[in-house]
């Protein structure tokens, strides 16, 4: 989250600090944090190549660095790279952040920022019942499938019959789902224990190494902008 | 000492109206169950017919997609008339996308809960009504039109807007027309998912009617 505040008040020659502190953590904590950046591969050369071509203004260097008006197309070269730049501190910083706290953690964090004790059961029951959803609704499709359907003339109509099918076995399951789960006494549980008296992570030196980290980084970069 | 009595029991009467409150907008064990079953429904359906919408080349795939979401999360509320079910739909779809695509994509997961955030605002807003489910599923297809605009300047900076008025410009001069043609196209464009996101509200409240009363049965 350091990385992507840097990465907003950051700009120029300075968007290289959270870069390189974004690319360290990827390095350390998570290296298939970087396999995520394929999602830029297609834009990046798309925004470089058009900024190159279309921007005309000046790009605003530090003191002491030779000016680059002479020359329109490097100066919107330069604002190319530093788009892209700030686009991949930012998916990368998502990124290992997402890849390295756990997805209990995460449904606590957000179980907090929405004020509901329920997050954590409904995220782990769909997690569980996609698959078995997704297997019944490609039955569905096939089964559509092989009596002439998913052609153009009758795409509208095969989409409706698969939606309704699927939607209508699905709410049906719900009765029995929610049987189930209150026989294993969820419901009576959370009246009586809140998010608090559950088991709370315990912040390892790892974490606070990275904190104190960013918050370092962070006044560095503040320091050195002004 | 009566002023005292008095302040406790006008204490008691508050606190016993806002637990009661909290109790009627509390989710139960089966509004949570309607509110999984439907986003792993959503998470599923983007995966199958997104599939098979682009194996079959059809245009605008995507509006479609959203449209069916839409429909998904009007049943959902009609179900679970209470405030804040789609949205939590919504943030189970997102991290669902998370785990589905096995990487994070950042533009999916924030237009799938951009889209619940409208059709929550729409529904709470304008009650489980018809047109409210029509408006809220208008707006929610139109956004996909808008989010690139809205989530590239996010990523890449508000260079991205300058960058984005200068390809108008130069693409209006490079093929003579007028740029405000342009924003004619994208509006006409944004007016045609809109339709398809009003298809997909109305549907999902007459279905979940239908279903209602099937499921009585």
Request: net charge positive.
């Amino acid at each position: 989250m350091g990385g992507v505040l840097l990465a907003v008040t950051m700009n120029g020659v300075f968007l290289l600090i959270p870069l390189a502190y974004a690319a360290t953590a990827g390095l350390l904590f998570s290296r298939e944090a970087f396999r995520d950046l394929k999602q830029l591969v297609k834009l990046i050369p798309i925004i470089v190549v058009s900024s190159t071509l279309l921007w005309q203004e000046e790009y605003p260097l530090p003191s002491g660095m030779p000016s680059v008006t002479s020359s329109p197309f490097f100066s919107g070269f330069l604002i190319g790279v530093e788009m892209s730049a700030r686009a991949v501190v930012m998916v990368l910083a998502v990124s290992v952040f997402m890849r390295t706290v756990r997805v209990s953690e995460l449904t606590r964090v957000l179980e907090r920022a929405s004020r509901s004790e329920s997050f954590p059961f409904v995220f782990g029951l769909a997690l569980n019942i996609a698959p078995n959803l997704e297997r019944i609704g490609r039955d569905t499709l096939n089964a559509i499938k092989l009596r002439g359907g998913f052609r153009l003339r009758n795409l509208a109509s095969s989409v409706s019959h698969l939606l309704s099918s699927t939607t209508l076995n699905a709410l049906a399951k719900c009765q029995d789902i929610s049987y189930a789960a209150e026989a294993r006494a969820f419901g009576s549980g959370r009246n009586a224990t809140s998010s608090a008296h559950r088991d709370r992570p315990t912040p390892s030196r790892v974490d606070f190494f990275v904190l104190i980290a960013t918050a370092v980084v962070a006044v560095l970069s503040f320091v050195l902008k002004a | 000492m009566m002023n005292w009595m008095v302040n406790e029991l006008n204490k008691s009467s508050v606190e016993i109206t806002e637990n009661q409150t909290r109790r009627l907008q509390r989710f139960s064990t089966r509004d949570l169950v309607y509110i999984a079953v439907l986003s792993a429904l959503w998470g599923a359906s983007e995966n199958l017919l997104g599939g098979q919408l682009h194996a079959m080349n059809i245009p605008l795939s995507g509006a479609v997609l959203a449209a069916i979401g839409v429909f998904l999360m009007v049943i959902c509320r009609s179900f679970v008339p209470k405030v804040g079910s789609i949205l939590l739909m919504g943030a189970v779809v997102a991290l669902l996308k998370v785990l589905s695509i096995g990487g994070v994509v950042l533009s999916p997961m924030i237009a799938i809960f951009m889209e619940a955030v409208l059709v929550e605002l729409a529904m709470t807003m304008g009650g489980t009504t018809l047109p409210a489910s029509s408006i809220g599923g208008m707006l929610a297809d139109m956004y996909s039109i808008v989010h690139p605009f809205i989530f590239q300047p996010l990523l890449f900076g508000t260079s991205m807007l300058v960058i984005y008025q200068k390809t108008i410009s130069a693409a209006s001069k490079i093929f003579g027309i007028d740029p405000a043609s342009v924003i004619l196209i994208f509006l006409a464009l944004a007016v045609s998912q809109g339709v398809l996101g009003m298809i997909g509200g109305v549907a999902g409240w007459k279905f979940s009617a239908r279903a209602k009363r099937a499921l009585r049965r």
